[in-house]
Nanobody, 122 residues
Framework: QVQLVESGGGLVQAGGSLRLFCAAS????????MAWYRQAPGKQRELVAS???????NYADFVKGRFTISRDSAKNTVYLQMNSLKPEDTAVYYC????????????????WGQGTQVTVSS
């Protein structure tokens, strides 16, 4: 049974930092591409950052220079370090995984986590 379990969300003031975690089980983590998405109330889910199984990373323009995605295959975990947070970063953040990178970054991954809430107060 595949599971992606996110954690690390919470309430933070603008300008603060949070680190999100996504622990994967039931998949061969090292061959899967991973991504973080977010969905704010009343908005569509959007891609935040991705990391290929090779370690290559990509970021949405609205988080470049502030967020960092990374992965640790020994721990089957992907991270999202979020710095200089803004109120507009408030959303539920979802972890995604899959073997086809195009599908992972197109909102069609093989697997989704349940999400973790991030709230940034002004």
């Amino acid at each position: 049974q595949v599971q992606l379990v996110e954690s690390g969300g919470g309430l933070v003031q603008a300008g603060g930092s949070l680190r999100l975690f996504c622990a994967a089980s039931g998949i061969i983590f090292s061959v899967n591409h991973m991504a973080w998405y977010r969905q704010a109330p009343g908005k569509q889910r959007e891609l935040v950052a991705s990391i290929k199984n090779s370690g290559t990373t990509n970021y949405a323009d609205f988080v470049k220079g502030r967020f960092t995605i990374s992965r640790d295959s020994a721990k089957n975990t992907v991270y999202l370090q979020m710095n200089s947070l803004k109120p507009e970063d408030t959303a539920v953040y979802y972890c995604a995984a899959g073997g086809n990178f195009g599908r992972v970054v197109s909102g069609l991954p093989g697997y989704w986590g349940q999400g973790t809430q991030v709230t940034v107060s002004s």
